[in-house]
Nanobody
């Protein structure tokens, strides 16, 4: 099992930037997929982006493509989400998640077994 701890959320004005961190521990991450999801009250968790720990393949939801960048630092076992050109509609609780590579559809939250506690991102207009 992988343990995940997010940090880096906060309040920012529209057009600003934030970087979220997700510190991972607990087991080997060989070929694991790490993803970021977000959730607003009353809605399901929404897929944002994902990265393959080994080959660094990255995937993005259309809503964040060109504005958000996912990356990882193997020395520190940390996954990052750099968020630029933030919009009020990006306001949500952001969650880091992890899963083995052989499961289908990396955009589907139900295939992720490990989750962090979430960090609030608020973008003011």
């Amino acid at each position: 099992q992988v343990q995940l701890v997010e940090s880096g959320g906060g309040l920012v004005q529209a057009g600003g930037s934030l970087r979220l961190s997700c510190a991972a521990s607990g087991r080997t991450f060989v070929n694991y997929i790490f993803g970021w999801f977000r959730q607003t009250p009353g809605k399901d968790r929404e897929y944002v982006t994902a990265i393959n720990w080994n080959d660094l393949s990255t995937y993005y939801a259309d809503s964040v493509k060109g504005r958000f960048t996912i990356s990882r630092d193997s020395a520190n076992n940390t996954v990052y989400l750099q968020m630029n050109s933030l919009k009020p509609e990006d306001t949500a609780v952001y969650y880091c998640a992890a899963r083995p590579p052989y499961l289908p559809d990396l955009r589907d939250a139900k295939f992720y077994a490990s989750w962090g506690q979430g960090t609030q991102v608020t973008v003011s207009s």
